[in-house]
């Protein structure tokens, strides 16, 4: 209602923006604005073959948000090693297929408490998850999180996949192998 009422935009652009940022009122605010105000993400050439359009304005603002996402979890990836990845992966992947992970599915996804906890404050502090407060649950900090890790990853996780005993025997045999 915000965005059709208050800000004046269709439903099918309002639709669009909530599929991707979920109800959080600054993000919806933020984008909206970005869209009356013409700001565009894209490159250049595309601004001189297609005219702007809200549309257009809001998949430009879309990539964006999407990319930088896929910016901060790759930042976590580099800096960590075979089964610290597996645990980030793990951990996001578990998250597509329910709202929130406990600390007791925490620790049957890894239980070597360095690993987890490295992990997870990572991403607490690249804003990729949030803990509660009143249940220690941890889940994505924005619906954009969830959506960038379906377009972007999913198709590469092994637990999405029915792989995840197979996740578990390659960490085991990486670790054998490192030196």
Not at 18 to 28: M, P, W
Not at 33 to 39: D, I, P
Request: net charge positive; aromatic share 14%; proline share 1%.
């Amino acid at each position: 209602m915000y965005l059709t009422e208050k800000r004046n935009l269709s439903k099918e652009v309002a639709n669009e923006i909530y599929a991707l940022f979920g109800g959080r009122i600054k993000s919806l605010q933020s984008a909206a604005s970005k869209l009356q105000a013409g700001v565009e993400f894209s490159s250049k050439s595309n601004r001189y073959f297609f005219p702007m359009s809200f549309f257009n304005i809001f998949l430009a603002i879309r990539k964006s948000t999407l990319h930088d996402i896929a910016r901060r979890i790759e930042k976590i990836r580099c800096r960590t090693n075979t089964q610290e990845q597996t645990f980030l992966f793990n951990v996001l992947c578990g998250l597509l297929n329910q709202t929130e992970l406990t600390v007791d599915q925490l620790i049957n996804m890894e239980e070597d408490v360095t690993v987890r906890q490295k992990i997870l404050d990572e991403l607490r502090n690249e804003t990729i998850l949030m803990r509660s407060v009143s249940t220690s649950e941890y889940t994505y900090n924005s619906q954009a999180i969830k959506v960038c890790f379906e377009e972007f990853y999913k198709n590469k996780c092994l637990y999405c996949n029915g792989g995840r005993k197979w996740i578990y025997k390659t960490v085991f045999l990486f670790s054998l192998f490192s030196f």
